[in-house]
């Protein structure tokens, strides 16, 4: 009886396995002209009278298909149409599972401490960390507390750490690996005087205005702590020949003026004229002080970033440090903080509940953009908020 049930079980055992083979080596003919992946897909399913299961983007990235197989194996056709992809493919109770490739295991390293003042250790807050030339990196929390996991391979790289009114410091990531707890301190920068130059050049200097600078505010609009965007697209329709000194954001004190935010300036995208890549080099995060009532200004004269000739993006993202939750669509931005004991009965709105809330002049306009939880921009249909948003740009022109 037991030989009876230990070939039962293995003849149980190979059925499923005999199943997947017999699906996957079924020959069929099939022509496919131009179609896209997902119709291929269907195609497939009824020559074949298999019922087959994937995720919707699967296959979102995929080329159009062309196929011309004459009695070929499943096999054989399946292997053809995913080889330029992630993607694998199983039989199982009857059914084609189609499901991501899965990628080499990528050995990861932490690295954790604090940014503070040179002179005095307190820590900086806010203060980022990034890889040298690349969009990733770490915002400090508000006591500079940061983690930041990089690859084996990014160990390799540069990091910088930087804030506004610090001078950069730049060293090897391995340097900090074998560091239980790391210690980066920053020089403040000192304030220099613009020296005045003469010459007897042909080109002056004048500073210009530009982006909505209306004088009054209709209402202002909530900007979530969780990586949400606003932006404002400026124009250059007058071909001007300079750099962008400052931006300016119009800061409601309805919403936490004190909630730090992340700058940023961004190009066109040609083909969708949205935002695009980021002009301003490094992640900058800054905190207004808590009597900001309007206007707040950040100055990015040291990163001389020219004006582009078919204009460009002011943004301004929210961030919420403390908390671990990953975002940045196109750029590997984390906001990572040191989550602090706190008894039941405290709560600090001020830091917690809400960030900044922008000021907007009308609700007509083409110009605001919003960034969208699924990482991508977009324009309202009905009501586009003309944000107020605004830039300085020093203009070279002839005398």
């Not at 119009?250 to 890549?277: C, M, W």
Request: overall charge neutral; glycine content about 6%.
């Amino acid at each position: 009886m037991r030989v009876i049930a230990f070939i039962l079980g293995l003849c149980l055992g190979l059925i499923p396995l005999i199943a997947q083979n017999t699906i996957l080596e079924k020959r069929i003919s099939i022509t496919l002209n131009s179609v896209s992946m997902e119709e291929a897909i269907e195609k497939i399913a009824e020559t074949t009278d298999v019922h087959v299961s994937y995720s919707s983007d699967l296959l979102s990235g995929c080329a159009s298909v062309s196929l011309d197989a004459k009695d070929q194996l499943l096999l054989s056709i399946l292997n053809k149409l995913f080889a330029p992809y992630k993607i694998a493919y199983t039989v199982h109770a009857g059914q084609l599972i189609l499901f991501p490739k899965k990628t080499m295991v990528v050995k990861e390293y932490t690295i954790r401490g604090t940014i503070c003042e040179e002179e005095t250790g307190t820590p900086i807050s806010y203060a980022t960390l990034q890889i040298k030339g690349k969009p990733k990196g770490v915002v400090a929390d508000h006591q500079g507390f940061f983690e930041f996991t990089l690859t084996e391979m990014e160990l390799s790289e540069s990091l910088t750490a930087s804030c506004l009114g610090y001078e950069r410091r730049t060293f090897l990531a391995d340097s900090l690996r074998l560091k239980p707890e790391v210690i980066i301190a920053l020089k403040e920068k000192p304030v220099s005087m613009e020296p005045v130059t003469v010459t007897v050049s042909k080109l002056r200097k004048k500073n210009k205005s530009v982006g909505n600078r209306k004088w009054y505010t209709v209402g202002s609009i909530y900007l979530d702590t969780h990586g949400q965007q606003i932006a404002l697209y400026i124009d250059n329709d007058k071909n001007v020949n300079g750099y962008i000194q400052k931006v300016s954001y119009y800061l409601s004190d309805k919403g936490n003026v004190e909630a730090p935010f992340r700058v940023r300036v961004l190009n066109v995208d040609t083909l969708q004229q949205s935002p695009g890549k980021d002009l301003l080099p490094e992640i900058l995060v800054v905190q207004p002080p808590e009597d900001t009532d309007g206007w707040f200004d950040v100055d990015l004269s040291e990163y001389r970033i020219y004006v582009p000739v078919n204009g460009f993006f002011v943004a301004i993202q929210g961030i919420f440090p403390n908390d671990y939750s990953f975002y940045a669509g196109d750029s590997d931005f984390f906001e990572i903080g040191k989550p602090q004991p706190r008894k039941s009965d405290e709560f600090n709105p001020k830091s917690i509940h809400y960030g900044q809330r922008i000021g907007y002049s009308d609700k007509k306009g083409r110009n605001t953009w919003h960034y969208s939880l699924s990482h991508q921009w977009f324009q309202m249909e009905r009501h586009n908020y003309n944000v107020k948003i605004s830039a300085e740009i020093g203009v070279y022109s002839k005398k």
